[in-house]
């Protein structure tokens, strides 16, 4: 059986010979370049920017580089095995798609289009919360595909409650807690352009979708304001009806009652939550029976009290670069973390993967596992399902490819000894 590798490079190449190229740039450089002449400013801005300086969106991907692949020879690598198995599941590569909110951005489809590129290839899928599609949409789209759910911890348990037994009933196979943005960073593009999607009515659909949500919204748009609202602009006429647009219903009542202004209001307050503390787990447990992975540790510290507290996996991720100008690159953050919990849960990794010898990388440091997410955004950007499938097939077939040059056979075999760190 030929190998992804092999496959996707010679379909490349026999293309070429009738003068087809690639649906989307193969170099991360040139696929980040031709996404963002395809995106709008605000697009783009929201998708590639990170926090203050950029500066740990840099040190993310520039960390790979102070580690080397050191290739053995003479080592039967003719069939190679990329699946990995993680919750009970055997997942046909060990790379998942990382949750990213408000697609709509980059492609009117959204998370419709991604999950036909996930299933055709079976990666896993994380919804996130922040989506712009309910999960259950994406769910049915996704059909026997494996898939994740991505909380934020709002400041409404109920709500929390609601959007965790929701994906629950639509198939989720493990509930993925995000503890790094219990804040919105400074992020300083978006705030140049003074524009947040979600003050639009843009990726709150898992919200506007909920039940409880619901109930908040209406309670929130019956309830008699206090102040005046500002004399209307033309921007302010253009955010209503985004806003209106994107609730659900029909856009004339829309108008008339108010909840899509009150939703996104209901929404903005009650996002953030910064009050959580490693003993709300026992809350969360009592409510799922999915397992439980934290996402966002970079300190080994936090690690072990994660163990403590009972998660069953980890994900080592400073959100690419989105929340701390200046943090810890989290491929730095893998290997201690790693160590601390020897084996006891799987550890994925997520932030700066932007090709499969990077993914090649982060396994080798310990991780299970990784999380992609801008490079296929950017192929979502490009040509919509067909582009972030083929953006995923190339990490997957550089990962393939890369290891039987290595002369490992497996994903177990990628360890520490196939790596040489930069003097």
């Known amino acids: 059986m030929e190998s992804i590798g092999r496959a996707i490079q010679s379909a490349i190449y026999r293309a070429g010979v009738f003068g087809h190229r690639p649906t989307v740039p193969v170099e991360p450089a040139a696929l980040e370049a031709a996404a963002r002449k395809a995106m709008s400013p605000r697009a783009w801005s929201y998708v590639n920017g990170s926090a203050g300086q950029q500066r740990t969106d840099r040190a993310n991907t520039e960390a790979f580089y102070d580690h080397r692949i050191v290739p053995r020879m003479l080592v039967d690598v003719e069939e190679r ?60 789209a996704l059909g026997p595909n494996p898939h994740w759910y991505q909380l934020y911890w709002s400041r409404d348990d109920e709500l929390a409650a609601s959007l965790v037994a929701r ?29 947040l999607p979600f003050a639009q009515g843009q990726g709150i659909a898992q919200y506007t979708s909920d039940s409880r ?99 069953d996996g980890i994900v080592v991720s400073n959100h690419g670069g989105r929340q701390i100008d200046g943090a810890i690159a989290s491929l730095d953050a893998l290997p201690p973390i790693v160590d601390v919990v020897d084996g006891r849960v799987p550890v994925l990794f997520d932030s700066g993967i932007r090709s499969g010898a990077d993914v090649f990388k982060a396994l080798a440091l310990g991780a299970d596992s990784v999380l992609v997410g801008r490079p296929w955004v950017y192929g979502l950007a490009l040509a919509g399902a067909d582009g972030a499938q083929a953006v995923l097939e190339h990490i997957l077939a550089e990962l393939d490819l890369t290891m039987g040059l290595a002369g490992v056979r497996s994903i177990s075999e990628i360890t520490r000894d196939t790596l040489s760190p930069v003097e």
């Open 167 to 195: 994906a629950e009933e639509c198939g989720a196979q493990a509930l993925v807690v995000t503890l790094d943005t219990h804040l919105l960073g400074w992020r300083t593009r978006d705030l140049d352009l003074a524009h």
């Open 81 to 140: 095995d990329l699946s990995v198995d993680l919750f009970g599941t055997t997942l046909p590569a060990p790379v998942l798609l990382a949750p990213i909110g408000v697609l709509e951005m980059a492609h009117r489809e959204a998370e419709h289009a991604v999950a036909r590129a996930a299933r055709a290839l079976g990666l896993a899928m994380i919804h996130s919360t922040q989506a712009s599609v309910p999960m259950e949409q994406v769910a049915a």
């Open 213 to 311: 949500f619901a109930a908040m919204t209406r309670e929130r748009a019956n309830t008699p304001r206090t102040e005046r609202d500002p004399r209307p602009t033309p921007a302010a006429v253009r955010s209503v009806l985004s806003q209106v647009r994107r609730y659900p219903g029909d856009v004339r009542t829309n108008l008339r009652s108010g909840l899509p202004r009150a939703a996104v209001e209901t929404f903005l307050d009650t996002f953030s939550r910064s009050t959580l503390t490693w003993k709300d787990l026992e809350w969360l447990r009592s409510r799922t029976s999915l397992p439980i992975v934290l996402k966002g540790l970079q300190h080994p510290d936090d690690a072990r009290l994660a163990i403590e507290h009972g998660v």
